[in-house]
T-cell receptor
Framework: DTGVSQDPRHKITKRGQNVTFRCDPI?????LYWYRQTLGQGPEFLTY????????KSRLLSDRFSAERPKGSFSTLEIQRTEQGDSAMYLC?????????????FGPGTRLTVL | QKEVEQNSGPLSVPEGAIASLNCTYS??????FFWYRQYSGKSPELIMS??SNGDKEDGRFTAQLNKASQYVSLLIRDSQPSDSATYLC????????????WGAGTKLIIKP
């Protein structure tokens, strides 16, 4: 257990519905990342927060995707009007700034299935 | 050319032998390299990080980095069936956001 939690762990939804995922980072970690991973591939970067500021978004992140991190604590990732191609594992990772090196630690992920 | 390349495998190794996993990267200025293990249906788990040329050992795991050849490897000694997983190589991008660039992973199978 890395101390990063995600909720829900699994989500099954019908095409066209909206879904929201939550990530609770290790409390002192100020950098938070969202990734998407499909079968047989490595994680793909979606977006990055430093504290409450969203500093970078991937071109993969269409207008249907939005992420927030109010107060620099937990983060949410919302997908509107889901499509079957959105089916994937959504991963949250965090980094603290203590120490000389910055290693990302992942939560357990949320597996999304769009029917 | 992909930024981080790994052989997808599967790589089959007898129990007790040494498993050797390889990764090449394209950005010559990359400074930080990571190996993650991922069991089926689970999230990636950090097992090794390496930042300097040479070898870094941690228990049965040894990471090797050769920046001149843009090559990083992971050796697993005395392989156990529980080592069967997909091993992902990740390289930190040159930007300030510490974003990781990932390989597609190598599936390792340890045969009893």
């Amino acid at each position: 257990d890395t101390g990063v939690s995600q909720d829900p762990r699994h989500k099954i939804t019908k095409r066209g519905q909206n879904v929201t995922f939550r990530c609770d980072p290790i409390s002192e970690h100020n950098r938070l990342y969202w990734y998407r991973q499909t079968l047989g591939q490595g994680p793909e970067f979606l977006t990055y927060f430093q504290n409450e500021a969203q500093l970078e978004k991937s071109r993969l992140l269409s207008d249907r995707f939005s992420a927030e991190r109010p107060k620099g604590s937990f983060s949410t990732l919302e997908i509107q009007r889901t499509e079957q191609g959105d089916s994937a594992m959504y991963l949250c990772a965090t980094i603290g700034t203590s120490g000389g090196f910055n290693e990302q630690f992942f939560g357990p992920g949320t597996r999304l299935t769009v029917l | 050319q992909k930024e981080v390349e790994q052989n997808s495998g599967p790589l089959s190794v007898p129990e007790g032998a040494i498993a050797s996993l390889n990764c090449t990267y394209s950005d010559r200025v990359s400074q930080s390299f990571f190996w993650y293990r991922q069991y089926s249906g689970k999230s990636p788990e950090l097992i090794m990080s390496i930042y300097s040329n040479g070898d870094k050992e941690d228990g049965r795991f040894t990471a090797q980095l050769n920046k001149a050849s843009q090559y990083v490897s992971l050796l697993i000694r005395d392989s156990q069936p529980s080592d069967s997983a997909t091993y992902l190589c990740a390289v930190r991008s040159r930007g300030s956001n510490y974003q990781l660039i990932w390989g597609a992973g190598t599936k390792l199978i340890i045969k009893p």
